[in-house]
């Protein structure tokens, strides 16, 4: 579901076929938003999300901004922990054995245009 909350919100303007006019994203989103927080509010304690943003890629940061934004007037705990692209593996095991966080989200890039896999 909350996929589906941030692919509802993303683009500005969604076109819809056979509709005349113009539908904004946040009308659709709203519907979706509005049943997220209705469930994470009898959540207790409410489900904690970490973004983790190893880069100084300013379209990245302004991304995490609006995730942290979202996820908050949704009714959830986040936290954007800014680090070194070095340290991102460490933080993920970390975060990963930590029963206080639900959720992990690591925003790209994190190594340029190399893909990294071991």
Known sequence: MWR??????SPPIVKI??????VLAATIAKS????????VSKLD???????????ADPAAKMYA?????????SGFRFETRELDKEDLEDAIMEANEDKD???????????GDRQVHR
Not at 32 to 39: C, T, Y
């Open 4 to 9: 589906h909350l941030l692919h509802a919100v």
């Open 17 to 22: 076929a056979n509709y005349e006019g113009v």
């Open 32 to 39: 979706f938003i509005d049943e997220i927080r209705e469930h």
């Open 45 to 55: 304690p409410p489900p904690k999300l970490v973004g983790f943003l190893a880069n």
């Open 65 to 73: 901004d609006f995730t942290k934004k979202t996820s908050l007037d």
């Open 101 to 111: 966080v639900d959720g992990i989200m690591v925003y790209f890039p994190v190594f």
